[in-house]
């Protein structure tokens, strides 16, 4: 018998390892690989079992070359065997690591998000910037000046009662501060520091002292807005505040005047609003008083303009349904996550 040439068996151990080593690689799930594991490495009937038997009919001279090559191919195959296991399987930078596998979606740390009201106030002053009105803040403890005199509110009217407001008890006899009622002393604090024009939105906390229910609350939060440009008539009025509502809301949202007073504005409207078949009103509104425009040193013969004052609260009761606003304070996260 003519013994296998040591080429031979040499070669046959090469391909072999590539045929292996392209085969492993390949492998896309576990059961590829085990096919290929047991086509290479099988102990009955795999190729490496095969050449194996080839080396006793190898030159006793050549069999210790022949027997460390066939080793050395062994244990490369058993390599190669190794990590396709541990690719499959994820690998240390990608899967299994100590009992998680993080290929799985798991738990996602849970987002927060605004409260509504604090949603509702951003998305007025994005509105509203985007019609023109520079949004700004004002002190919630006031004096009767901001929230009364100035606002032609005078110190024997029924607002100015101490059951109706949160008068402080600190020593200010003559001049009691208090928590504020109404946004409008903002109008007066920046007419009082600035020059025409102007278009302004504040938007804040008031108090009044209400029994709370579904509609009232101790501590609410209002729209100020108010509009100083030459030629502005209550037509301006209402195309602002429709612009606005129909942002808002969305859609087409209907603004109707109803005749009223307040002591600021003369004309003096409440504003309701149409969305979805009801009518809700939402505040009031009208043209700057000249009373008020005299108090802040404006020429009332040169100068006009128009203000409104919306409930936060209401608008956004509105825009999401929600029917009891004390809901919005209660501080409920099941209530709060829905937004
Ligand atoms: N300040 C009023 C209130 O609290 C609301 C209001 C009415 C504001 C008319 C205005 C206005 O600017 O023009 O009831």
């Known amino acids: 018998m003519t013994a296998v040439p040591l080429a031979t068996f040499l070669g046959e151990l090469e391909s072999l390892r590539s045929a292996a080593s392209a085969a492993l690689s390949a492998a896309a799930d576990a059961s590829a690989l085990e096919a290929a594991r047991i086509e290479f490495v099988g102990a009955r009937a795999g190729r490496l079992k095969a050449i194996q038997k080839l080396l006793g009919g190898l030159d006793v001279a050549d069999k210790p070359a022949a027997g460390k090559h066939f080793n050395d191919t062994k244990a490369a195959i058993a390599e190669l065997l190794a990590a396709a296991q541990g690719r499959l399987a994820g690998g240390p930078s990608g899967g299994v690591a100590q009992g998680i596998d993080v290929t799985l979606p798991g738990d996602r740390v849970p987002l927060g ?50 059951l109706d407001n949160f008068y402080l008890a600190v020593a200010r006899e003559a001049d009691p501060l208090l928590l504020r009622s109404q946004t409008s002393t903002v109008q007066i604090r920046v007419m009082e520091n600035r020059e025409p024009p102007l278009r302004i939105v504040s938007l804040g906390r008031v108090y009044r002292p ?40 969305g859609g087409d949202v ?14 003096s409207v409440e504003v309701d609003m149409e969305w979805g078949g009801r009518w809700i009103e939402m505040g009031g509104a009208g043209m700057v008083d000249p009373a008020v425009l005299e108090a ?28 009891d606003i004390r809901d919005f304070y209660r501080n409920d996260v099941r209530f709060l996550r829905q937004f």
Do not use: C
Request: zero cysteines; hydrophobic letters at 40%.
């Open 113 to 162: 998000h605004f409260h509504p009201l604090t949603q509702t106030i951003r998305r007025v002053q994005e509105i509203m910037g985007r019609l023109g009105f520079e949004s700004v803040d004002g002190p919630e403890v006031e004096d009767q000046w901001h929230n009364f005199e100035a606002l032609a509110i005078p110190a024997a009217h029924p607002a100015r009662d101490p």
């Open 210 to 249: 209400d029994t709370a229910d579904a509609t009232h609350y101790p501590m609410f939060h209002q729209v100020e807005g108010l509009l100083i440009e030459p030629g502005t008539t209550m037509a301006h009025l209402k195309s602002v505040l429709r612009l606005f509502a129909s942002s808002f809301l």
């Open 254 to 267: 209907h603004v109707r005047f109803r005749p009223s007073f307040f002591p600021f504005t003369e004309p």
């Open 296 to 323: 802040v040193g404006y020429d009332p013969d040169q100068v006009s303009g128009f203000a409104f004052g919306l409930g936060v609260e209401r608008i956004a009761a509105r825009r999401y349904g929600v029917a």
